[in-house]
Structures are given as C-alpha cells and as structure tokens.
Nanobody
Framework: QRQLVESGGGLVQTGESLRLSCEISGRLYDVYVVGWFRQAPGKQRDLVASLRRDERTYYADSVKGRFTISRDLAKNTVYLQMYDLKPEDTAVYYC????????????WGQGTQVTVSS
C-alpha cells in the first residue's frame, strides 16, 4: 500500500480559492488513478475528481469548471485547485490511489478539512 498525505485545507470565504496537495509514496507514474473524494457531515463520501496515468480526468458535475486536478510527477504529488468555493464545498477532502489490476481505490490519505463560510 502507498502512503498518501493531504495538505492545504483551511477556512475560506465564499468565492475564494484553495489548493489541496496529495503527496504519494513511491513513483506517482506507476499509479493507475488518483482520486479526490469529499465527505460532509452525515453524508457519504463522494468522488470529486480523478486523474488517470494517461492524464484522463473526471469531475463531478458539482465542481466542473471550478476545480482542476493536476499532478507533478517529479514531486509525486497530485493537486486539487479549487476556485469559486461555495459553502456546499465544505467537507473533509481525501485523496486515494488505485493500482493497475486492483479493485477500486486501495490507499487513502487521512483527509484535510475544507470549510467555506458564507
């Protein structure tokens, strides 16, 4: 299993931006896909964005046009740039990775809190 460490969360106001980072142990290029999930209190954990090794991306409808997922292979780090944040974006954000041949996401970070005040 890989170790994933998120950072960059915090308290911001509506309309502001944040960038989350997810540092992954080992070679990021070997990872099949990295995803950013979020979980608000009392709600299920949902996939927000993902980035495959071939650079194909996915975004949930709720964040399209506002969030961007990217990577820095030299730093083994995946980013989630979040613009125009809204109170409904408030959640704990987790990154997770999936390896080739694995069933789903197998390694998870500890999460980072994002709070957007109105």
């Amino acid at each position: 299993q890989r170790q994933l460490v998120e950072s960059g969360g915090g308290l911001v106001q509506t309309g502001e931006s944040l960038r989350l980072s997810c540092e992954i142990s080992g070679r990021l290029y070997d990872v099949y896909v990295v995803g950013w999930f979020r979980q608000a209190p009392g709600k299920q954990r949902d996939l927000v964005a993902s980035l495959r090794r071939d650079e194909r991306t996915y975004y949930a409808d709720s964040v399209k046009g506002r969030f961007t997922i990217s990577r820095d292979l030299a730093k083994n780090t995946v980013y989630l740039q979040m613009y125009d944040l809204k109170p409904e974006d408030t959640a704990v954000y987790y990154c997770a990775s999936s390896e080739y041949g694995s069933d789903g996401y197998t390694s998870w970070g500890q999460g980072t809190q994002v709070t957007v005040s109105s």
